[in-house]
């Protein structure tokens, strides 16, 4: 299982597009403010903060296809990928999305393995701003 992620910070938005068997499931959105209030005010918009929220979406999203299986995420974002694998992060409202991650990856049993994508091949960019 493959899941792409990844997130566009002005204006915020987030997609994620899952690959299983030769068939693709994509999502993307603009996240509430409700959410984005969570996070602290950073000179580089957020953008890790956006790509952390680009995993959850595609997890969340992909829940019922994901469940049980060996699953491959694909960030294009330094940042957000070693922080994910890492299961923490040094900013408090960075660490509280990642362990809420890795609680679900628990309850829903799935194995995973970060991976670093290019910008360029990444399949998750055309929903991360929305096009189709």
């Not at 890790?48 to 049980?68: D, H, P, Q, T, V």
């Not at 408090?92 to 362990?99: G, S």
């Not at 970060?114 to 701003?129: E, F, G, Y």
Request: charge should be negative; include cysteine; aromatic fraction near 12%.
């Amino acid at each position: 299982m493959h899941l792409f992620v990844d997130a566009s910070g002005s204006p915020p938005y987030l997609g994620a597009v899952a690959y299983h068997e030769g068939e693709f499931w994509w999502t993307h959105m603009a996240p509430p403010p409700a959410i984005l209030e969570h996070f602290k005010a950073r000179a580089d918009n957020q953008i890790m903060g956006l790509e952390l929220l680009a995993i959850s979406l595609g997890l969340c999203s992909f829940e019922w296809l994901l469940e049980g299986k060996d699953v491959i995420i694909y960030s294009d974002n330094t940042g957000s990928e070693v922080a994910f694998r890492r299961g923490s992060a040094r900013s408090w409202d960075h660490a509280q999305l990642v362990h809420a991650q890795w609680f679900q990856l628990v309850r829903l049993n799935i194995n995973v393995f970060v991976k670093r994508v290019a910008t360029d091949d990444n399949i998750a960019d055309l929903p991360s701003r929305g096009e189709s």
